[in-house]
C-alpha cells in the first residue's frame, strides 16, 4: 500500500513554470512504477507522464513532450513534475498515481493538486 499527496499546484502566467510533488508514505516505494494525470472542467482524466521503479525509463503524453519532466527521488519518497511554458490549455487538477509493475491499472491515487494558467 502507498499513501500519495500531491503539492506545489498553483497560479501562473502562460509562459511560466511550476514542479510538482507527490509523496508518498510507507517503505516500499520503489516498488511502484508512478504517473501523473490530470482533470480539468467538464474533461476526462488524462495521462501525463509515467516513470518506472528506477526512474530510468519514462513517458509522456504527446501533447506533454517537451516542455514537463517527470522524475523521482526514492530515498525520500517523493516523485516531481516539472512543467515549463505553461498553457493555459494546462489548467487542471494534477493528480500523481501509483501501481505495482505487474498491475493493469494505476490503484493508488492522491487527491491532486490546482494548477491554474492565466493567459
Known amino acids: 500500500q502507498v499513501q500519495l499527496v500531491e503539492s506545489g499546484g498553483g497560479l501562473v502566467q502562460a509562459g511560466g513554470s511550476l514542479r510538482l510533488s507527490c509523496a508518498a508514505s510507507?517503505?516500499?516505494?520503489?516498488?511502484?512504477?508512478l504517473g501523473w494525470f490530470r482533470q480539468a472542467p467538464e474533461k476526462e482524466r488524462e495521462f501525463v507522464a509515467a516513470i518506472s521503479q528506477s526512474g530510468s525509463t519514462t513517458t509522456y503524453a504527446d501533447s506533454m513532450k517537451g516542455r514537463f519532466t517527470i522524475s523521482r527521488d526514492n530515498a525520500k519518497n517523493t516523485m516531481y513534475l516539472q512543467m515549463n511554458d505553461l498553457k493555459p490549455e494546462d489548467t487542471a487538477v494534477y493528480l500523481c498515481?501509483?501501481?505495482?509493475?505487474?498491475?493493469?491499472?494505476?490503484?493508488?491515487w492522491g487527491q491532486g493538486t490546482q494548477v491554474t494558467v492565466s493567459s
Open positions: 510507507g517503505r516500499t516505494f520503489s516498488s511502484y512504477q
Open positions: 498515481a501509483a501501481r505495482v509493475a505487474f498491475a493493469t491499472s494505476y490503484n493508488y
